[in-house]
């Protein structure tokens, strides 16, 4: 089948851009000497995730138990979930999820370590759990060195936990800032005594950026495997790099310069930055969509030499990538303008 | 189980107050001589469809085919959808939906109206077709009363098409603007000679509202069977009437005045309406939901007098309900804080 003969709206995704986008990425950590570990978040495919790591990724990073699962059904050995994990129904899925993979989490706090340490027993099997470092992204996070080294020791002394290393979430273009916060760390760490194997840090945004966190062992980007318009702000590649569009129909031409698509916030998310519009038209490049409803994309042709028509299909690349994936259950991959498999998104909407 | 006991984040939904909103609804409707057609987006539970329709709703309003194809596999006999239907594979699944329920459907153009009756070609059961009109708010839908006589005729000229009525999606607070645009209408359609059904009317935000569309026959308001912190915003109940919470968990406490919650844009949707903040926390009314990630909810709790746990869990009212719905797979039904069913968001992802 052609792309165009897809209902709509649907996900396309250009096979040749992904191995493109995965492979620049899997050079750039190598070259700079970094262990890639990619967030799965943005495609929620375990087919992805075994081609990432067949690409030379170390493991994967999921947010949730519940996509860890699914890569783990998938096959996939190595995983790290970069979250507190609270509460007796998650501990009691990470720990059969432990029994069958090798797993790390994190903690920034006594009591999900103590969480932790009460479930996870087995001297002869530790839960790996890094420590969350909030280096200026002002999310979850211990807030200085001397805390993260007093929660490393209260890590040690669960015979059921040992200590991974260090995790954090940075802040966007604040790398220098970033980088000093954990290169005190590490030497506070190194004058206790307490070897840190792993430094992870996030995030794509910053990943192809001119500066880097020197102090990473292994990075976590997620968004780079499709890119998105957010990206191509950032100096990320071009429109040409984006690898998921959402194909809609015109609906609706109502006037002149309006034009109705049957895609909107619940297939293209409402992610507005960055501006103007919900996405960018491959077919209508002066086209902005200005607002989007459940159920409509609103655009405005009025900048448009040449317009579409009612029953046209268009592409659209969206805003954010990421938050699109989890809003259909199957995306098509294509090559050469032919769909060549439809792949159901095994991890969507794993919500815990 | 009790709500505080069930995993999260999970949506929780309190049945008496549905209950109320349901039955106030349809009060008020029947107060005004109007008949109720309720829009399933917003629960997307063939469940609560049929409590409407056993309240006195005359149908039952769908986005897409796959919505309506939910509801008519439970049994709901009378569903408008109020969407240009474009292209072969929708219309031959219209064209089997038809065969089953009494259907109506909308067309603002030629092209959709000519799609229909290509598809629709039995003058012995016809599909009804009513005409959207733009009556302001900038959407879909013809652009003048004599464009909606025109597409009448149109509709009328196919023996398996019949015409319908108007419908149209209404701008907020501009009711008297919106029935004189009908009013004008349907005075053409008179003097043409042309019989007009049913002018249905939605939305939520206006319905209860001081003043009303005179014109109309039927309303499709949606979001008051739960209610959410847009609609409080807009003066319509309060608070308490709203049924629909997630249930979070405290899942790290950074800084004295900083909670992170285990909710974010994948399960609260990223509507920052109205401000400030993504959602009203129950338990904790001065704090502000300031940011969210997909998997993180970012909360100032410097205004809060007590300040939550990690481990605590909090009921998070969302800005907008609807989208929130199309979110989770499953939602808990729970009365006087007892969850006394577990229902699959039946309608949940139908995108086509």
Redesign the interface.
């Known amino acids: 089948m052609r792309v165009e003969d897809l ?3 649907a996900i396309v995704i250009d096979r040749k851009i992904v191995e493109e986008n995965l492979k620049r990425a899997q050079a750039h950590a190598d070259r700079q000497g970094k262990k890639l570990r990619p967030h799965i ?1 943005t495609h929620k495919l375990p087919q992805f995730a075994r081609r990432q790591l067949e690409l030379g990724a170390i493991g994967i990073t999921c ?2 138990i519940g996509e860890a699962e699914v890569m783990a059904d998938a096959g996939i050995g190595d995983i790290f979930i970069p ?2 994990i ?2 007796k ?2 501990l009691e899925r990470l720990k059969a999820l432990h029994e069958r993979i090798t797993l790390s989490v994190t903690a ?2 006594a ?2 370590v103590d ?1 932790y340490g009460a479930t996870f027993t087995d001297a002869g099997r530790p839960l790996t759990v890094l420590i ?1 470092c ?1 280096t200026g992204g ?6 200085s060195a001397a805390d993260a080294v007093a929660l490393a020791k209260r890590i040690a002394s669960h015979p059921g936990l040992r200590f991974g290393g260090l995790m954090t979430y940075p802040p966007r273009q604040k790398v220098s800032g970033v980088d000093s916060w954990l290169h005190d760390a590490l030497k506070l760490f190194e004058a206790e005594g307490i070897r840190v194997e792993r430094v992870s840090v996030g995030n794509s945004p910053d990943f192809f950026g001119p500066t880097r966190v020197d102090a990473a062992t292994e990075l976590r980007p997620g968004t780079y495997i499709y890119s998105d318009r957010m990206q191509v702000t950032y100096g990320h590649g071009t429109l040409e790099n984006c690898a998921l569009t959402v194909l809609a ?1 015109v ?5 002149a310069d ?1 034009a ?1 698509l ?1 895609t909107g ?3 293209l ?3 507005l930055s960055p501006s103007p519009g919900h996405g960018h038209i491959v077919e209508y490049p002066d086209a902005v969509i200005t607002m989007l ?4 994309g ?1 655009v405005d042709l009025s900048r448009c030499a040449m317009k579409p ?3 046209d299909k268009v592409r659209v690349i969206p805003n954010h990538v ?2 699109v994936s ?4 199957v995306v098509h991959v294509a090559e050469d303008g032919q769909v060549i498999e439809q792949l159901p998104v095994a991890a969507r ?1 794993k ?2």
Chains 1, 2 share one sequence.
């Open positions: 209902d709509t709206p978040k947010q949730k979250y507190n609270i509460g129904p998650k920034d706090s009591t999900t969480g969350e909030d002002g999310r979850c996070g211990v807030q129909t609906v609706s031409r109502p006037t309006r109705i049957d916030s619940k297939s998310a409402a992610d409803n459940e159920e409509h609103i028509a009612i029953g990421c938050v989890n809003l259909f259950d909407g919500l815990s």
